[in-house]
Nanobody
Framework: QVQLVESGGGLVQAGGSLRLSCAAS????????VGWFRQAPGKERAFVAA????????YYGDSVKGRFSISRDNAANTVYLQMNSLKPEDTAVYYC?????????????????WGQGTQVTVSS
C-alpha cells in the first residue's frame, strides 16, 4: 500500500509558476513510477507527466511540453511537478498516482494508487 499526498496548488496569474509536490508513504517509493494527471470541470482526466522509478525517463502530455518538468527525490519519497508559463487552460485539480508497472504511463488505468488532488487555478 502506498499513500500519496499532493501539495503546492493555489491561485496564480497567467505566466506564473507553481511547484506541486507528491509525498509518498508506505512501501518503498523507488519501486513505483509516478504520474501526474489533471481534471478540469466537465472534462475527462488527462495525462500531464510521468517519471520512471529511477527518474531516468520522463514523459509529458503535448499541452505541457516545454513548460512543465517532473522530477523525483527517492530519498525524500517525493515527486515534483514544476509548472512554468501557466495558462488559464491549465486550471484543474491535479492528481499524482503511482504504479509498479514500467509502461503505459499515459493511461490512468495503469496506476494503482492515487492522491486526493490539489487545485490549481490560473487567472487571465
Amino acid at each position: 500500500q502506498v499513500q500519496l499526498v499532493e501539495s503546492g496548488g493555489g491561485l496564480v496569474q497567467a505566466g506564473g509558476s507553481l511547484r506541486l509536490s507528491c509525498a509518498a508513504s508506505g512501501r518503498p517509493f523507488r519501486s513505483y513510477a509516478v504520474g501526474w494527471f489533471r481534471q478540469a470541470p466537465g472534462k475527462e482526466r488527462a495525462f500531464v507527466a510521468a517519471i520512471t522509478r529511477s527518474g531516468g525517463s520522463t514523459y509529458y502530455g503535448d499541452s505541457v511540453k516545454g513548460r512543465f518538468s517532473i522530477s523525483r527525490d527517492n530519498a525524500a519519497n517525493t515527486v515534483y511537478l514544476q509548472m512554468n508559463s501557466l495558462k488559464p487552460e491549465d486550471t484543474a485539480v491535479y492528481y499524482c498516482a503511482a504504479t509498479p508497472l514500467d509502461y503505459g504511463f499515459t493511461n490512468d488505468q495503469t496506476y494503482r494508487y492515487w492522491g486526493q488532488g490539489t487545485q490549481v487555478t490560473v487567472s487571465s
